[in-house]
Structures are given as structure tokens and as C-alpha cells.
Nanobody
């Protein structure tokens, strides 16, 4: 299974950016796709999750109202639209997919996901 995250770059504070996550090589079920981010010197932080069976979404409090995660049905990718960006949003963003059912519902935990992409750098700076 390979995940390809793309769309990162440099954006000014208040600006917008859209990340995309494409999965290949997986033929089984996918229960959810999430975005996490990691800033220098910090741990990997949950950002947002899309759940496939009911198209529900959840967000970290720090991005709620500014970021939107969605599924593009035309190419089966998961996008993260980031608006009103702040310098503290700067990080490497990773997408992960959950391919196995879990006993406990912990969608904001890193270990909940089975495969990860390589990450894409997002820098918010003037």
C-alpha cells in the first residue's frame, strides 16, 4: 500500500492551501483517512479524519472552522482544504489510512492508522 501526500508549499498568514492524499495498492476496506502534522521538535498531532461509511468528519480544535477534509469521488483522493492559515500551522503533514477494524474508537491516535504517506511540508510565513 502506498500513500502519496501532495500540495504542500509556502503560504502567507491568512492564506489557503489544499493538500491531497492518494492511496494505491490496497484492495480491502478502508475505514478512514486522517491527516496528522508534525512540527520541528514536536510529536505527530492529529488534524482531521474522514470516515468512509458515513462520510463523517472530525477535527482538532486548533483547526476547526478553518480546515475541511473531504473525499473527491472522481479520483478517490482525500483532500484537506486549509483556510485562514497561521504560522503555527507550519509542519510536515502526513496522511494515514485505517484498513483494519479496531476494538476501541481512537481516531485521533497515531497508532489507529495502518499505513502512512511520506509527508508534505507546509510553511506559513510572510
Amino acid at each position: 500500500v502506498q500513500l502519496q501526500a501532495s500540495g504542500g508549499g509556502l503560504v502567507q498568514p491568512g492564506g489557503s492551501l489544499t493538500l491531497s492524499c492518494a492511496a494505491s495498492g490496497h484492495t480491502g476496506s478502508t475505514y478512514g483517512t486522517a491527516w496528522f502534522r508534525q512540527a520541528p521538535g514536536k510529536g505527530r498531532e492529529f488534524v482531521a479524519r474522514f470516515t468512509y461509511h458515513d462520510s463523517s468528519t472530525i477535527y482538532a480544535d486548533s483547526v476547526k472552522g478553518r480546515f475541511t477534509i473531504s473525499k473527491d469521488n472522481s479520483d478517490n483522493t482525500i483532500s484537506l482544504r486549509m483556510n485562514s492559515m497561521r504560522p503555527e500551522d507550519s509542519a510536515v503533514y502526513y496522511c494515514g489510512i485505517q484498513t483494519r477494524k479496531r476494538g476501541a474508537y481512537e481516531p485521533k491516535e497515531f497508532h489507529y492508522y495502518d499505513y502512512w504517506g511520506q509527508g508534505t511540508q507546509v510553511t506559513v510565513s510572510s
